[in-house]
């Protein structure tokens, strides 16, 4: 099992359009980021878990699931960096390659040291926008595949007959 540990923070602050998006909406930005991995998570099989500081969320540690993808808010005075590290130990086994998308040069360092591999904030970049032209293709591709009535259907009856085909 691939699993891609997601330094959230550094990763907005990264990507031109999640840095735009922060300036204006941190809570979008973030948003955002957990959307696009939870496509990179169905594109490519990875267990994917993005981890945030406390500093820009003031409370206690939360752990949640959205889109199937986990989101991490570090409790306060614990870093992203210092809960990536306890995850890359933690989960590291002979079955599972653990990832960590940071371009954090000591944090790549460190996760090397524990046997896990990094994904620098461009490469993760470049590599969405590659799933994300894939996901297009394929959805392009089955629209234009879809068959095609011989009995000419207004859109209206084409509506009908949908619903009540998905209704079964």
Do not use: C
Not at 60 to 65: D, L, V, Y
Not at 117 to 146: F, G
Request: hydrophobic share 40%.
């Amino acid at each position: 099992m691939n699993i891609l540990l997601v330094d959230g923070y550094n990763i907005i602050g990264a990507w031109p359009e999640l840095q735009l998006l922060k300036n204006k909406d941190l809570e979008a930005a973030r948003d955002l980021l957990v959307e696009k991995m939870a496509e990179y998570q169905g594109y490519s099989g990875y267990r994917v878990i993005v981890v945030f500081d406390a500093h820009y969320v003031k409370g206690t540690e939360r752990k949640f699931k959205n889109y199937n993808v986990e989101v991490i808010f570090t409790r306060t005075n614990e870093t992203a960096d210092e809960r990536i590290e306890k995850l890359a130990i933690a989960l590291n086994n002979i079955k599972t390659q653990i990832y960590v998308a940071t371009s954090d040069f000591t944090e790549q360092r460190v996760i090397f040291a524990q046997g896990a591999l990094r994904k620098s904030a461009r490469e993760l970049h470049n590599e969405m926008n590659h799933i994300e032209k894939q996901i297009n293709k394929k959805v392009k591709k089955s629209q234009e595949n879809k068959p095609v009535s011989k009995i000419p259907l207004s859109d209206e009856i084409v509506e009908i007959f949908e619903k009540w085909r998905r209704e079964r």
